[in-house]
T-cell receptor, first 110, second 109 residues
Framework: ETGVTQSPTHLIKTRGQQVTLRCSSQ?????VSWYQQALGQGPQFIFQ???????GRGNFPPRFSGLQFPNYSSELNVNALELDDSALYLC?????????FGPGTRLTVT | GIQVEQSPPDLILQEGANSTLRCNFS?????LQWFHQNPWGQLINLFY???GTKQNGRLSATTVATERYSLLYISSSQTTDSGVYFC???????????FGRGTSLIVHP
């Protein structure tokens, strides 16, 4: 186990709704990254937070937003859900280069 | 950004067989990780290997950064090795890895 936890495990939402996913980083790690993994694809980088500041963003629209808290846990928020947002959402924590992943949240948008 | 190609895309083995998975990348890298994604979606760290060779049990990995490739060797494969293997290099000064599309491995008993 990596020590990175995510909640919830599974989630079903309706198109147009909003969702918040949560991630607790491994002890000692100050950086959290979020990824979206569609079926049959590799994880795609959404954004990264370092010490509560956004430290990089992938090619995702502004309706994907995030936060990092003083204890380095993090949230991913997605507004105006679309069917294509259905995916496995992974968070990873790191202290330098090596990333450790949580078990993921499987989001289904109907 | 850096391009990552993994081969083969799919691999089917009998238990006990050996295999080599390849990862080619388009730019110089300062770090590279190999992961195994199990059938439940969990990404498990296998190796953190910017260069050289590392071994962990039946698995070993080699990265030749100057030639822009990394190899993952699986010996005496077991059914529990089934899943998808990803390589994820980091280029330049980035702390953000880029994932390939993975190699899907099925090991039959």
């Amino acid at each position: 186990e990596t020590g990175v936890t995510q909640s919830p495990t599974h989630l079903i939402k309706t198109r147009g709704q909003q969702v918040t996913l949560r991630c607790s980083s491994q002890s000692g790690h100050n950086t959290v990254s979020w990824y979206q993994q569609a079926l049959g694809q590799g994880p795609q980088f959404i954004f990264q937070y370092y010490r509560e500041e956004e430290n990089g963003r992938g090619n995702f629209p502004p309706r994907f937003s995030g936060l990092q808290f003083p204890n380095y846990s993090s949230e991913l928020n997605v507004n105006a859900l679309e069917l294509d947002d259905s995916a496995l959402y992974l968070c990873a924590s790191s202290s330098q280069y090596e990333q450790y992943f949580g078990p993921g949240t499987r989001l289904t948008v109907t | 950004g850096i391009q990552v190609e993994q081969s083969p895309p799919d691999l089917i083995l009998q238990e006990g067989a050996n295999s080599t998975l390849r990862c080619n990348f388009s730019d110089s890298v300062n770090n590279l990780q190999w992961f195994h994604q199990n059938p439940w979606g969990q990404l498990i760290n296998l190796f953190y290997i910017p260069s050289g060779t590392k071994q962990n049990g039946r698995l070993s990995a080699t990265t030749v950064a100057t030639e822009r490739y990394s190899l993952l060797y699986i010996s005496s494969s077991q059914t529990t090795d089934s899943g998808v293997y990803f390589c994820a290099p980091l280029s330049g000064g980035s702390y953000i890895p880029t994932f390939g599309r993975g190699t899907s491995l099925i090991v039959h008993p």
